[in-house]
């Protein structure tokens, strides 16, 4: 079992910047895919970002590809997704996600699917103002 929290969320303007955590509870972090998702209100859940468990593979939705970077320190088992030039759109509610390891599963496809992630956090606010 995993268990997720973010933090780092809150109120910013159009054009500014936050980076969100997401700690982990698992005694071994390091298989794990991580992914981040958002959801707006009235909305699915969208995909955001994902890393593979190393961090040398990285996927990103077009929406945010070029403003947002994820990372991972498997050493203090956190993710992070780092927000800059953040837009009205971006306001939502993100969430962490972690994915066991699956051999079947690579590339965006996998990466970017809400139903691969076995494990989900509690989801931290994003308002951007314009």
């Known amino acids: 079992q995993v268990q997720l929290v973010e933090s780092g969320g809150g109120l910013v303007q159009a054009g500014g910047s936050l980076r969100l955590s997401c700690a982990a509870s698992?005694?071994?972090?390091?298989?794990?895919?991580m992914g981040w998702f958002r959801q707006a209100p009235g909305k699915d859940r969208e995909f955001v970002a994902a890393s593979s468990w190393s961090g040398s593979n990285t996927y990103y939705a077009d929406s945010v590809r070029g403003r947002f970077t994820i990372s991972r320190d498997n050493a203090k088992n956190t993710v992070y997704l780092q927000m800059n030039s953040l837009k009205p759109e971006d306001t939502a509610d993100y969430y962490c996600a972690a994915r066991r390891p699956k051999s079947y599963c690579s590339g965006y496809g996998c990466y970017s699917t809400r139903t691969q992630y076995d494990y989900w956090g509690q989801g931290t606010q994003v308002t951007v103002s314009s």
């Open positions: 698992a005694r071994t972090f390091s298989p794990y895919a």
